[in-house]
T-cell receptor
């Protein structure tokens, strides 16, 4: 079946502009996660959604970052007034069982964001 | 805060020789532990996972990892490296009381020389 998909694959923007990144999880996966990977570093957790519960936003680095998810489907990550330090690969992952630490998370290919 | 430390940022081995990538995690509750691999310009792929069953975990492509609670370690090994193993490897921890979010190490770049 189809895996996690993300769009766009690459995004170049100017400092100060807003950007919106999209994630389509695997069908039936109730949990959805966003991570950020800066150049040469590991992934940083940003936010996760589990079913209809309130999202865990504890990893969002500033109030310029926000995310939404419609039911158990598509999610969008929005970065307002982008800064150069926001340049990174943004990865989305989903897994079948909401909130479980035991189930594998399936990752999308990522969106490479470059802020000039 | 919960964390995971990969002790080497870069490891270089010759093809056919053993691979050892080291990982330590902060001790708290009962962790789930994972190793993910990231090949250049490709997505993250799960190599193996430990979830409180057998302490020696076998994964794909001949990789293994052993969970040692007393040492809070989860080192990744492979008896014989192959050129295709060259990639970035991430040790990852997850805790049941944190909703399944993954905490990544900084990564170890594995180079394999012919």
């Amino acid at each position: 079946g189809a895996g996690v998909s993300q769009s766009p694959s690459n995004k170049v923007t100017e400092k100060g502009k807003d950007v919106e990144l999209r994630c389509d999880p695997i069908s039936g996966h109730t949990a959805l996660y966003w991570y950020r990977q800066r150049l040469g570093q590991g992934l940083e957790f940003l936010i996760y959604f589990q079913g209809n519960s309130a999202p865990d936003k504890s990893g969002l680095p500033s109030d310029r970052f926000s995310a939404e998810r419609t039911g158990e489907s598509v999610s969008t990550l929005t970065i307002q007034r982008t800064q150069q330090e926001d340049s990174a690969v943004y990865l989305c992952a989903s897994n079948r069982l909401a909130g479980s630490s035991y189930n594998e998370q399936f990752f999308g290919p990522g969106t490479r964001l470059t802020v000039l | 805060a919960q964390s995971v430390t990969q002790l080497d940022s870069h490891v270089s081995v010759s093809e056919g020789t053993p691979v050892l990538l080291r990982c330590n995690y902060s001790s708290s509750y009962s962790p789930s532990l994972f190793w993910y691999v990231q090949h250049p310009n490709k997505g993250l792929q799960l190599l193996l996972k430990y979830t409180s069953a057998a302490t020696l975990v076998k994964g794909i492509n001949g990789f293994e990892a052993e969970f040692k609670k007393s040492e809070t370690s989860f080192h990744l090994t492979k008896p014989s490296a192959h050129m295709s193993d060259a990639a970035e490897y991430f040790c990852v921890v997850s805790y049941y009381n944190q909703g399944g979010k993954l905490i990544f190490g900084q990564g170890t770049e594995l180079s394999v020389k012919p």
